[in-house]
């Protein structure tokens, strides 16, 4: 017997667990398919972002980031600490207990909400159907109104460095290393490779990035990347930009290395590594998610054809995440999650596109929302900037850790904030506070207007507002009007 539901939802990460809970929330009879085994064969809730990116890469970095401050910064504090070593199978352990704890939790979410959590891999047969295989090879078939895919996206593989999952691997065979690389590669200074190479640079690894680009994290705004790169190399990291694999050899017998070939403006070059992380981005993932008979449309990239309200061009079937256009963020998914359930339940909910956070989860961390100067250079639009290094801002002072700054841009004529920009510790959740003022269409003048406390962080970003017109306090001010 055929299944009936108002709504099935085609994986579970976040873009879909966060779309079937808020489903299930408007009274809607809702399912959710995933297929994801872990490593111990059980279904487990989250997707890429829980199983193996977002929550286990943070893990590893805030555990390698207190591996440094203990053997490198403590002493500025007065603590002396004898001998600091680390235990990598620990961390890597704890890493995966985190993992457990937030999967179940995804799976306690849905039986408090009434989803029908399904395991399997769902097949889309028709406008209104989804078969599902469970893992015997048992088939059932489900009927909906509604359809939500949600299925995500892969690491990118490219033939120059095949994946052998011992010494070449992805990234998430970098969040399962048992012990630290003396030698590690990565190619690709995006933000995968930025993340996951700072966390073994900081356990001990000699860490080199090869990046085709000759610029440096080109979306970016080019102060705070310029800023990013030196500190980062300050760091350990050797970021060789200009840098095209184009081939690589493993030495025969065990303990193997990789022989990675590239060329750079002073032609071909070739470096030795004991592990090399493939970091060139990722793919959308549709394999045999689609029966032909149903015609969903792709684009020339392999992502599914969406409108603005993330409906694909048959009706009733939606899209959401990463299988989508757009950035390849857990929270831009989530938020269409919500906005495709809202619209099931006729509401009349729109994602602003225009205010999508992206965060570089280094230390010290990079984040910016909206417009950067180059954009607006490029547009034509008039602006002021205002700037503040943390090394004036008296909390990062306290706590010795005093990278980076703020910049914030408003609109010349009305003063409306257009940008935010920054690289320092914390920089995801102070940028937070810009994100919701733009989403007020706050300008300048109301983020200088509005008290803050001190000593904080956020302080920056306050003088960083006055000093976008000309009246920041602790610092000497310099008008910027283009
Ligand atoms: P996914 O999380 O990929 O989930 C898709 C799910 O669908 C999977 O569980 C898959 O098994 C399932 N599925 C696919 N096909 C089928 C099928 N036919 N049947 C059943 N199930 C199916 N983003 C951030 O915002 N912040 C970060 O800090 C961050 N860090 C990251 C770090 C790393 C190392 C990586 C790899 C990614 C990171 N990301 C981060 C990106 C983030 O993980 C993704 O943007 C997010 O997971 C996308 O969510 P999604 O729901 O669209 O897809
Ligand atoms: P992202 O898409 O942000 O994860 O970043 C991936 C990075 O990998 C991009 O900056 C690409 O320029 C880089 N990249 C892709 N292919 C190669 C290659 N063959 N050699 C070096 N870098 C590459």
């Excluded at 295989?133 to 048992?138: C, L, P, R, S």
């Excluded at 022989?259 to 002073?266: A, F, I, R, S």
């Excluded at 029966?291 to 899209?319: F, H, K, M, W």
């Excluded at 109301?446 to 406390?453: A, V």
């Amino acid at each position: 017997m055929t299944k009936q539901y108002d709504v099935v939802v085609i994986g579970s990460g976040p873009a879909g667990y966060v779309a079937a809970i808020r489903c299930a929330q408007l009274g809607l009879r809702t399912a959710c398919i995933e297929k994801w085994l872990n490593k111990d064969n059980k279904t487990v809730y989250g997707g890429t972002c829980l199983n193996v990116g977002c929550i286990p890469s943070k893990a590893l970095l805030d555990s390698s980031h207190k591996y440094v401050e203990a053997q490198q910064h403590l002493d500025a504090h007065g603590i002396k600490v004898n001998e600091v070593a680390i235990d990598v199978p620990a961390m890597v352990g704890r890493k995966d207990k985190i993992v457990t704890q937030l999967t179940a939790g995804v799976k306690g979410l849905f039986t408090a909400n009434k989803v029908d959590g399904i395991a399997g891999t769902a097949k889309l047969i028709a406008k209104d159907r989804v078969l599902v295989t469970d893992h015997e090879g048992n088939e059932a078939a489900l009927a909906a109104k509604h359809i939500i895919i949600a299925s995500g996206s892969v690491p990118i593989d490219i033939p120059q460095t095949p994946i052998d999952h011992e010494t070449i691997v992805d990234s998430t065979g970098a969040l399962e290393f048992q012990e630290v690389p003396k030698r590690l590669g990565v190619i690709g200074a995006g933000v995968i490779g930025l993340e996951l190479g700072s966390v073994w640079s900081r356990m001990g690894a000699e860490v080199t990035v090869l990046e085709a680009l000759d610029d440096f994290l080109p979306a970016v705004d080019r102060q705070i990347a310029r800023e990013g790169l030196k500190i980062f190399g300050r760091q350990g990291l050797t970021i060789k930009l200009g840098a095209r694999v184009t081939g690589s050899k493993l030495s025969k017998g065990r303990n193997k290395t990789v022989t990675v070939e590239y060329t750079d403006t002073d032609g071909k070059q070739k470096i030795q590594f004991d592990k090399l992380i493939v970091a060139v981005g990722r793919r959308p993932y549709t394999a045999a998610l689609l029966d032909d008979s149903v015609a969903v449309e792709l684009d020339e990239r392999g992502y599914i054809l969406v409108d603005e309200q993330c409906a694909t061009n048959v009706p009733g079937v939606y899209a959401v995440g990463d299988v989508v256009r757009g950035p390849m963020l857990a929270h831009k998914g989530m938020e269409e999650g919500v906005m495709v359930a809202e619209r099931i339940a006729d509401k009349k909910t729109q994602v602003n596109y225009d205010l999508v956070p992206t965060v570089i989860y280094t230390h010290p961390e990079i984040a910016w929302v909206g417009k950067n100067e180059a954009e607006l250079e490029e547009a034509g639009t008039e602006y002021n900037v205002g700037s503040f290094p943390f090394a004036a801002n008296g909390r990062a002072l306290a706590a010795n850790d005093a990278d980076g700054l703020v910049k914030l841009i408003a609109d010349a004529r009305t003063d409306r904030i257009l940008g935010c920009h920054l690289i320092g510790a914390s920089a995801a959740d102070l940028l937070q506070q810009i994100v919701i003022a733009m989403e007020f269409s706050a300008s300048a003048e109301d983020i200088g207007l509005t008290m803050f406390s001190h000593p904080a962080l956020s302080e920056a970003i306050h003088e960083a507002a006055l000093a976008a017109n000309g009246h920041a306090i602790h610092i000497g001010n310099r008008k910027r009007r283009k």
